[in-house]
């Protein structure tokens, strides 16, 4: 398999605001490249970045250039330290996900496609500042056994096999935060059982090609 290009991170954060998950210089992307990841700069919108803006930074944490990587590429690194399976990483302030994460609430199994997710909730990590290691600490705890987490007034996080799955679940997951969200506006969601989610949990196993 071929090394991820800056033409491919840059191509899939403007895919976010394209999709109408980030807005400006808000979030972040990036994708591992061997013993390293490439990220997006911090500050700067997809619009005007090229494909050589985006700054790649080791697992120790340094990196080398004339711009700085986003300010949450602890996160990043982190999730690449400790998750084997996460291949890109996409973090957004799209709106359905940060109005529930600024309620500071995880999400409950009111739709199947949760399990999507990794398991029957998809929890919200505690607030921290942003850019720091408590931060990452937070995402970290509450990425446990799952592939995405609400960060408590702050946004979402989802990551992925490669740089299109990635950007694919942050649509996904989305969309249950809107639907999740237009839910409880009418009254209160009707959630599946335990069992019914250890089925479906046990049906993603084989889920998809």
Request: net charge negative; proline share 3%; aromatic share 8%.
């Amino acid at each position: 398999m071929s090394e991820v290009s800056g033409a491919e991170v840059l191509n899939a954060a403007r895919r976010l605001e394209t999709c109408g998950l980030n807005r400006g210089a808000a979030g972040n992307v990036s994708a591992r490249r061997g013993s390293a990841f490439l990220i997006t700069p911090s500050g700067m919108e997809p619009d005007d970045c090229s494909a050589g803006d985006m700054v790649e930074v080791d697992l120790e944490g340094r990196w080398s250039g004339r711009l700085k990587p986003s300010s949450e590429w602890r996160i990043h690194r982190d999730i690449y330290v400790a998750r084997q399976d996460a291949g890109a990483i996409v973090h957004t302030h799209s709106p359905f996900a940060t109005s529930l994460a600024c309620l500071g609430i995880e999400i409950p199994p009111f739709h199947y496609m949760i399990a999507r997710f990794g398991g029957s909730t998809v929890r919200c990590a505690r607030y921290a500042t942003f850019g720091e290691q408590a931060l990452s600490d937070a995402v970290l705890e509450a990425l446990d056994s799952r592939s995405a987490c609400l960060m408590a007034n702050h946004g979402m996080l989802v990551f992925g096999r490669d740089l299109k799955q990635a950007v694919a679940l942050a649509v996904e997951f989305e969309s249950l935060c809107e639907q999740y969200w237009r839910a409880l506006q009418i009254g209160t969601p009707r959630l599946l059982d335990t069992d019914e989610m250890a089925r479906v949990l046990a049906k993603f196993g084989s889920y998809g090609q």
